[in-house]
């Protein structure tokens, strides 16, 4: 479980390609300053699993279902990454609760400065995922915990402060650099759960008995 502060930026130092497998090999400091084998690392958003390490560096596998479903296919050596070790339990929790489980990846559709912030407009690859993002709401973009203030169609807007910005990837991003999605746990939940009780038609049941809310789906599970 991760928070969305990233703690450094790191650079990949190596990467061993076999198919749509990965090792990755990145430098770090902060993240090495107490490191053991096995602890998770979240590498821009992605929970990942530390199995070799020194000083200065750690190494995690990458297997062929997160290749396929992060924009950690597209890091060479020398690319720049945000680093997130686990919340420690008596750590503070500054952002949201980030599981490191990526929904999809999404394209910066805009960068447009805003007086002291930096506007990004992200279009999701999977629509779907839109259904989660919500005006005020919290998202994780590159394992960032962000705020959305706009929500338009088949696109999301967050507002980025100085301090994210120079510290984190977002820094390095411009119009059609990809971003690792993570949508809020809470309404991911809350939505499968309608959707399984019928009361919210999912993407995926198009063609199926469309349910609704009513007075008696509230009352029969507690809400009225």
């Known amino acids: 479980m991760f928070t969305g502060i990233i703690e450094e930026i790191g650079t990949v130092r190596r990467i061993v390609r076999r198919g749509q497998t990965l090792i990755l090999t990145i430098e ?18 992605v929970c990942l699993t530390v199995v070799a390490y020194d000083r200065t560096s750690v190494s995690m596998d990458v297997m062929p279902e997160t290749f396929r479903n992060t924009n950690l296919a597209e890091l060479a050596a020398g690319s720049r990454v945000n680093l997130e070790r686990a919340m420690a339990a008596g750590g503070r929790f500054g952002g949201h609760i980030v599981q490191g489980h990526v929904d999809c990846v999404g394209v910066v559709a805009a960068r447009e400065a805003e007086e002291n912030a930096v506007v990004f407009t992200i279009r999701p690859r999977d629509p779907a995922v839109n259904r989660w993002i919500i005006p005020r709401g919290s998202v994780a973009l590159d394992g960032i915990s962000l705020t959305v203030v706009r929500c338009d169609g088949d696109a999301f807007q967050v507002s980025i402060i100085p301090h994210t910005l120079r510290n984190t990837v977002l820094q390095d991003k411009a119009n059609g650099s990809t971003v690792n999605i993570e949508a809020d746990l809470i309404g991911k939940y809350v939505a499968h759960f ?31």
Not at 213 to 220: C, D, G, I, P, Q
């Open 194 to 224: 309608l959707e399984r009780q019928g009361a919210l038609r999912s993407p995926e049941a198009d063609g199926r008995r469309r349910g609704g809310v009513t007075l008696e789906f509230l009352a029969e599970h507690g809400f009225a």
């Open 28 to 45: 770090a400091q902060t993240v090495t300053e107490d490191v053991r084998l096995g602890d998770s690392i979240a590498v821009n958003g």
